[in-house]
């Protein structure tokens, strides 16, 4: 596992590094630890090197870890951050980047573990794949697809059209129940009678769901109750 911490203090880099290796051994895990004092030395290094998890500090300098989240989200909506800071009262705002953590650097002993678990979790259910077999029409094909890379399926007629990260479209024949049935869809809700999204890659604005490319949907009334309680649940992934 590749790890990047961005703080400015460098007196933190040898406790936390040690406590990652000794959670990451514990768990049967090999970790690569690179630190970096000032966050656009980090971007400007991040465009080439593939990280498993980012361990930012909030109250930096020039560009702080926030910024530096929105920088990182506008590359790769699946960066898996948890914040380290000083700052109890910041914990609020990490709700709005769907951070995996927020540690307090004076309880980092205590709440570090909890954080790295959390990890552990999503990098095992970023890995489930399943198999959809594209209609006739679309070539038929058989196709491996991480349900991670899934942001929302909408029905059209009999097919279902599933959406990706990438832009890419699958046309299947499936309806969203079949889907909601699968394990693998455990965080996936319905916000409108055609429609279900992913709840980790989408932000609630109003009465709309907003996509990682900036697209809109829209929630129906009778399911706007479901969708805020579903999405606030999973925002609960944050350490507070």
Do not use: W
Request: aromatic fraction near 10%; avoid cysteine.
């Amino acid at each position: 596992m590749n790890a990047a911490i961005v703080d400015d203090e460098p007196a933190f880099f040898s406790q936390i590094s040690e406590l990652l290796q000794v959670i990451a051994s514990q768990n049967n895990v090999n970790v690569k630890i690179d630190f970096f004092k000032q966050a656009d030395e980090f971007y400007r290094h991040y465009k080439s090197e593939k990280y498993d998890v980012l361990f930012l500090d909030i109250d930096m300098p020039d560009i702080n870890g926030f910024e530096l989240t929105e920088m990182l989200q506008r590359q790769d909506d699946n960066v898996k951050i948890v914040y380290i800071t000083n700052r109890d009262d910041l914990v609020v705002y990490a709700f709005r980047y769907k951070a995996l953590g927020f540690v307090r650097k004076k309880h980092i002993e205590n709440e570090l573990p909890y954080a790295m678990s959390t990890l552990f979790n999503e990098i095992k259910n970023s890995s489930k794949s399943v198999i959809l077999t594209e209609v006739r029409s679309k070539g038929g094909n058989i196709k491996s697809v991480s349900v991670d890379s899934i942001v929302y399926i909408e029905t059209h007629g009999h097919d279902a059209y599933v959406n990706l990260l990438n832009g890419e479209q699958l046309v299947v024949r499936k309806s969203l129940s079949e889907f909601l049935r699968m394990p693998e869809f455990d965080k996936f809700v319905y916000i409108n009678s055609g429609t279900i999204v992913n709840l980790l890659k989408i932000k609630l604005q109003g009465t709309n769901v907003v996509l990682p490319d900036e697209k809109v949907l829209f929630i129906s009334r009778r399911r706007m109750k479901d969708v805020r309680d579903a999405y606030l649940k999973s925002l609960r992934r944050v350490l507070i």
